[in-house]
């Protein structure tokens, strides 16, 4: 019964950021376990999509410009937080979607790899969770690989709770 035992490691690492604080929580402990586990890390932006306005839509030229300014704005974000994480096995990724973030989450998660995803959540209860939806619900559900759900904060209790 002898042999030998391979420590399970995770090679990539995916941290979905929407650009706020509550998101960029999830950070410290992602890079802590790719340090320890020498991975790589993956920083996802995650948007909601441009609406399709009938308005937009009737000026293509303003449409155009209207993505073009907020992915040059999400490439800048990432790189920014890049920087501020000195560590050395970063990649940066924003592909805008049509679909909702846990989507985009889901498919890019298992289609590149990744190992582990390092998120935060709102930690919404009650009414406010059903109306500001539930991504970390369908991020948990739906993930082929392993989650770690990072909590910002605690909501005070709703009356009716």
């Known amino acids: 019964m002898g042999g030998t035992v391979t420590p399970f490691r995770f090679s990539r690492i995916l941290v979905p950021l929407d650009g706020s604080e509550c998101a960029e929580r999830a950070l410290a402990p992602a890079v802590s376990i790719a340090r320890a586990m020498d991975a790589e890390l993956v920083l996802f932006r995650v948007e909601d999509p441009i609406p399709r306005t009938r308005t937009l839509l009737s000026l293509p030229d303003?449409?155009?410009?209207?993505?073009?300014?907020?992915?040059?704005?999400?490439?800048?974000?990432?790189?920014?937080?890049?920087?501020?994480?000195?560590?050395?096995?970063i990649i940066t990724v924003h592909e805008p979607d049509?679909?909702?973030a846990a989507h985009q989450i889901l498919e890019y998660s298992a289609t590149q790899g990744i190992d582990l995803i390092v998120f935060s959540s709102h930690g919404y209860s009650g009414v406010k969770r059903w109306t500001h939806g539930a991504v970390a619900d369908k991020i948990v559900d739906g993930a082929w690989s392993a989650t770690l759900m990072i909590r910002c904060h605690q909501d005070e209790p709703?009356?009716?709770e």
């Open 62 to 89: 303003v449409y155009g410009e209207v993505v073009a300014a907020a992915y040059r704005e999400a490439g800048e974000y990432l790189a920014d937080v890049k920087a501020r994480l000195a560590y050395g096995r």
């Open 98 to 100: 049509e679909a909702g």
């Open 158 to 160: 709703e009356e009716n």
